[in-house]
């Protein structure tokens, strides 16, 4: 069955909006990505028709929203392998989700001489929780180099795991290279010495079905936003085993089991990680965008975007003086680019006047950059509601951003 693009972008009413007097080309989805007519309905109807707050009321409305926000943590756990929907924990965004396994986890496990192993390719939520994990605890960074192609090192990774070793953090796909690691093979490298794994999924849901189980990582992290759902629902995957033995991150209701002035008992997992009144619309609206998804099939949507990649990474390689940036084999469909002669930023300036939004920037990844040499580049990330003849405008704004500088 071919896939219809025109038909999926009737879908996200923002797509056929104006920019700068052109059609919008939006060349940012992995910044965050853009929102499906029935992802805006389900909020709206929420809050139109089932709003309370959730585990609290004995009223109907409230068992109600209840009760669709525990069916999105069931839906989630489907979508993503996880065996069990307690598995899941509701979350903001990515950046929360390892905030919490680096407090919860790592204020537990990780000790004075300890060491976190994460990669170069990290962006910097998945750097700064451990910097300052170690700092607080006395532990080490240890990092894995990657090639100049942007693939990673893995025996230098492998050469890194040691018996101080106590957690592995990385991205299933890099941000800013596009590079999709070898999550099982690493997995297995850890597993094998006993080293906790977390894997950095923000930029791997969105491209490729996961399977956490398949996978074989201990606790998998990403963003609702860049799954096409709301901004300010995120989620936290953790085995469950793990997930009971680790202490509460935030303290407050709804995380406890009994609270006195004598101290205080907590609720089992998920509930403990989740203190407070959640984004309770957001994890419906993320519920909406998952069955969404799972209409179109992520295996679809994948073999869409690797041939609009496989077109783009053509198209660009006949723009004179631009570098690709992350041109490993596996990877998922990032564009990361640098023009002769011309910033990044100055690129991104005249794009935008061609109504397309690009990123232009370090793309919080500050040590790749600094290991590639570059200050900065010029990203397009590809999601399956792009098309070819948005390509085509990129590549046309290029040259005309290339006459402009010489
Ligand atoms: N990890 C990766 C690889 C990302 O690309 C991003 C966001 O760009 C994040 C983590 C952080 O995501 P958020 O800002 O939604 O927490």
New binding site residues.
């Given amino acids: 069955m071919s896939f219809d693009v025109a038909s999926i972008r009737k879908d996200f009413p923002i797509l056929g909006t104006r920019m700068r007097g052109k059609p919008l080309c939006y060349l940012d989805s992995?910044?965050?990505a853009q929102k499906p007519q029935v992802v805006i309905d389900a909020i709206s109807d929420f809050y139109s028709r089932h709003y309370a707050n959730i585990h609290r009321g004995v009223y109907q409305l409230s068992a109600d929203a209840t009760r669709r926000y525990e069916e999105v943590r069931t839906r989630v756990a489907r979508f993503i392998g996880a065996p069990d929907p307690r598995e899941i924990v509701f979350v903001?965004?990515?950046?929360?989700?390892?905030n919490l396994v680096a407090r919860s986890f790592g204020e537990a496990e990780i000790g004075k001489g300890d060491e976190i192993v994460l990669t170069a390719m990290?962006?910097?939520?998945?750097i700064v929780p451990w910097q300052m994990l170690a700092e607080r605890r006395g532990a080490r960074l240890r990092v894995a180099e990657i090639h100049d192609d942007g693939t990673l090192d893995v025996s230098s990774l492998e050469g890194l795991l040691g018996p101080r070793t106590r957690l592995l953090a990385f991205?299933?796909?890099?941000?800013?290279l596009g590079t999709l690691n070898p999550v099982r093979e690493i997995t297995a490298m850890a597993r094998a010495r006993g080293i906790t794994t977390l894997v950095?999924g923000?930029?791997g849901v969105p491209h490729a079905k996961v399977d956490v189980s398949a996978l074989g990582c201990d606790f998998y992290?990403f963003?609702g936003?860049?799954l096409f759902g709301p901004?300010g629902a995120?989620v936290l995957y953790g085995r469950l085993a793990l997930l009971e033995a680790m202490p509460p991150f935030l303290g407050g209701g709804d995380m406890i089991e009994r609270v006195s002035f004598k101290g205080t008992t907590y609720a089992p997992a998920p509930q403990r990680f989740e203190a407070g009144t959640p984004d309770i619309a957001s994890v419906i609206g993320l519920g909406a965008a998952i069955d969404y998804l799972e209409g179109i099939g992520m295996e679809r949507i994948q073999v869409y975007e690797q041939s609009l990649l496989a077109y783009a990474t053509d198209q660009l390689a006949k723009v004179p003086g631009l570098r690709l940036v992350g041109t490993a084999r596996e990877k998922a469909a990032v564009l990361s680019f640098v023009l002769e002669g011309v910033h990044p930023h100055d690129i991104g300036t005249v794009l935008d006047g061609e109504g397309i939004a690009i990123r232009a920037g370090h793309?919080?990844a500050q040590p790749l950059m600094e290991r590639l040499g570059l200050p900065a580049t010029a990203r397009a990330p590809l999601a399956f509601y792009n098309t070819t003849d948005e390509i085509d405008r990129l590549v046309a704004a290029l040259d005309k951003t290339r006459a402009l500088f010489a």
């Fill in positions: 992995a910044a965050s903001r965004n990515a950046t929360e989700a390892i990290e962006h910097h939520a998945n991205a299933h796909v890099s941000n800013a950095d923000a930029q992290a963003s936003h860049k901004s995120g793309h919080c």
